[in-house]
């Protein structure tokens, strides 16, 4: 299927009009695309939205905006996509060989197969960012990558609409979406529990709390560029990584008197580390044999 046959850019529909389904829409319309309609659940969120993105149509009833558009997006919270495509489905409200399609990371297109019933094909496109705002997500779609997969003939478009956006193209299958999003929940979600962690740390330790994040930031950017160049195992410093047990021992100690909470957290990250420093080969047997002997076990067996 070839996406757009003659370069006439398709008629998109948005269903959920928050930060992504807003931010698609006024970069597809600044891509040349037309917006045939928007709706979500409150009225004047659609006016709003239908502005922004110079929509013909605005509507609180899905279907009235779906019908007559090739691409529709259902951009609500994940746990209405589902629900959502079903009853449009229900109202035939999707075209036949309309392209639809969700932006969740967790969840697959097979949540969209309702849309089948009308002859539509499904696909998802999970641009792999953090958006808290509308103004945050059109300025940074361009640029990141967008995970996709979904109907063999869904493909194409979907692949010029990443294209269209300014992002990069990464492809998926179905299965692997959860693990794939899982990971993106650790780079992203648990950099913040992380850093948390450093911050209690250090305010434990009396550092004044304005300037704590910014003297840790060179550390942290360091470490990002690193593991960028070496990679990872070989970008770990740290005592871990050379061993030095009376170190991790001390660390524990102060945890346990200053701020106790953190130590299961800390422990077990630093078992994980073992493994790692054992990779990297900067660690021997013995100290490594200690280090787990302090760290763990995490749970009685
Ligand atoms: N934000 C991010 O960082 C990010 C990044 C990548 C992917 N995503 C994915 O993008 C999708 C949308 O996320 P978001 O952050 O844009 O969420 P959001 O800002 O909460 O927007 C969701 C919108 O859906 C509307 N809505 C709720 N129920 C509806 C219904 N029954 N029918 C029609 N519209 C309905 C809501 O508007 P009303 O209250 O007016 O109904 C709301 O504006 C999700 O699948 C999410 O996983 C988000």
Redesign the pocket.
């Known amino acids: 299927m070839q996406a757009f046959p003659g370069k006439i850019k398709p008629a998109v529909a948005l ?7 807003t931010a698609m829409g006024k970069l597809l319309v600044d891509a040349g695309y037309r917006i045939s309609g928007v ?4 009225l004047e ?2 006016r709003g939205a239908a502005e922004v993105t110079r929509s013909e149509k605005f509507s609180d009833c ?1 279907w009235e905006v779906t019908r007559g558009a090739n691409v529709v997006f259902i ?4 746990d ?2 589902e629900s ?1 495509c079903n009853r449009i489905s229900e109202h035939r409200g999707f075209e036949q060989d309309a392209v639809v399609i ?4 967790a969840l697959s297109s097979d949540i969209l197969s309702s849309a089948r019933d009308c002859g539509a094909v499904v696909a998802s496109l ?2 792999l ?3 808290a705002s509308v103004d945050e ?1 059109i300025a940074l779609v361009p640029g990141s990558y967008c995970t996709i997969e979904g109907d063999k003939v869904a493909l194409p478009v979907v692949r010029q609409v990443v294209q269209d956006l300014g992002g990069i193209l990464l492809e998926i299958t179905a299965e692997k979406k959860t693990l794939y999003h899982a990971g993106a929940v650790a780079a992203s979600n648990y950099l913040v529990t992380l850093m948390h962690l450093a911050l209690e740390l250090n305010e434990s330790a009396g550092l004044p709390g304005d300037i704590s994040f910014k003297a840790l930031l060179p550390l942290i950017k360091g470490t990002l560029s690193n593991i960028g160049a070496k990679g990872i195992p070989d970008a770990l410093t740290g005592p871990i990584g050379r061993g030095d047990v009376q170190t991790v021992a001390a660390h524990l100690k102060a945890l346990k008197k200053a701020a106790p909470e953190f130590l299961p957290l800390f422990r077990c990250l630093g078992l994980y580390t073992v493994d790692l420093a054992r990779a990297k080969g900067s660690l021997n047997k013995e100290a490594a044999d200690k280090l787990v002997a302090l760290l763990g076990p995490l749970w009685p067996a």
């Open positions: 269903i959920g009009c928050g930060t992504v389904g709706a979500t659940g409150n969120t659609a899905p951009t609500t919270p994940d209405l996509i959502t969700h932006c969740s990371g999970h641009p960012q953090s958006f997500a």
